[in-house]
């Protein structure tokens, strides 16, 4: 059962424009999101978080949207960029117990930013 | 340079034959992790340490062994390898729990025939 979902495996957007990744999760436990990016040949690297008590992260041009009420975050890139091109993983963590030392993934969406 | 290392980055080997990857990192992180990324299926999480002689089993821990003597060293064990296994590995460390940010290492491809 898979409780990180990624529904959109890629997605393409022209240099300049909004990327939206969207990610649902089906864990009420969760209450700690994470996006990480990975190019190819390399190892993940950590992008943005955001925990359960807000709704709204910002960080330079990389904005994370939580709506705890229907299980969803989503990753406003403004503006895309050539670079931005890669693959990015929505991730969740429990609160509290064992939980809380595991990170689940999702599958991943392909980003393309097409210049 | 903070980073973590892993090795080897590449290894072709034969179903029974008991393999270790490495894994070290030089940041004094207490947290560390092993991910296998599989083509539509994501990463998932094989075995964390949440400090030195403490490890816990993630979501696919069939076939693997870990151990944690050192803060800085977290290995992998394959004692039996199977062609299932064959994968990307990812080790991983934080200064605590998943919700710290996590620094991957470079990644492992392994082969198993």
């Known amino acids: 059962d898979q409780q990180v979902k990624q529904n959109s495996p890629s997605l393409s957007v022209q240099e300049g424009r909004i990327s939206i990744l969207n990610c649902d999760y089906t864990n009420s436990m969760f209450d700690y999101f994470l996006w990480y990016k990975k190019y190819p040949a390399e190892g993940p690297t950590f992008l943005i978080s955001?925990?359960?008590?807000?709704d709204k992260n910002e960080d330079g041009r990389f904005t994370v949207f939580l709506n705890k009420s229907a299980k969803h975050l989503s990753l406003h890139i403004v503006p895309s960029q050539p670079g931005d091109s890669a693959v990015y993983f929505c991730?969740?963590?429990?609160?509290?117990?064992?939980?809380?030392?595991?990170?689940?993934f999702g599958k991943g969406t392909k980003l393309s930013v097409i210049p | 340079e903070a980073q973590v290392t892993q090795n080897p980055r590449y290894l072709i080997t034969v179903t029974g034959k008991k393999l270790t990857v490495t894994c070290s990192q030089n940041?004094?992180?207490?947290?560390m992790s092993w991910y296998r990324q599989d083509p539509g299926l994501g990463l998932r999480q094989i075995y964390y340490s949440m400090n030195v002689e403490v490890t816990d089993k993630g979501d696919v821990p069939e076939g693997y062994k870990v151990s944690r003597k050192e803060k800085r060293n977290f290995p992998l064990i394959l004692e039996s390898p199977s062609p299932n296994q064959t994968s990307l590995y990812f080790c991983?460390?934080?200064?605590?729990?998943?919700?710290?940010?996590?620094?991957f290492g470079p990644g492992t491809r392994l082969t198993v025939t």
């Open positions: 991730a969740a963590s429990a609160g509290s117990g064992a939980g809380s030392y595991q990170l689940t």
């Open positions: 955001i925990s359960s008590i807000k």
């Open positions: 991983a460390s934080s200064l605590g729990a998943p919700r710290y940010e996590q620094y």
């Open positions: 940041m004094n992180h207490e947290y």
